[in-house]
């Protein structure tokens, strides 16, 4: 089980805020941590504070952008798998395995 570093877990806190459909508070967030059982820092918290339209600005630009890199990175490799094919057919070699 690996360890979440304690910025991302404000973070996260502040998504799953926002996923509920509540507004990001410091309050809710101490909450959240209370609850947990995680040490909780108000000046941290405070940084992931934001309305409902800013969580989901960054919510879609996060996702807008590695989606275009994710379908190149597939395109890339179907690519580099047909040229192999046809380096593996034209070598004229029969391989039986």
Known sequence: MSVIPSSKKYAIA??????AG?????????EIFKELKIKYNSKIASL???SA???DSFISSSFGTST???SKAVNNAVVEE???EEEESSSGV???F
Do not use: C, M, N, R
């Open 53 to 55: 339209e800013s969580y």
């Open 22 to 30: 509540s507004q990001v508070t410091e309050d809710k967030i101490e």
């Open 82 to 84: 047909e040229e192999s």
């Open 14 to 19: 502040g998504l799953l805020i926002h996923a």
């Open 94 to 96: 029969s391989l039986d």
């Open 68 to 70: 275009p890199v994710a």
């Open 48 to 50: 992931f504070v934001h």
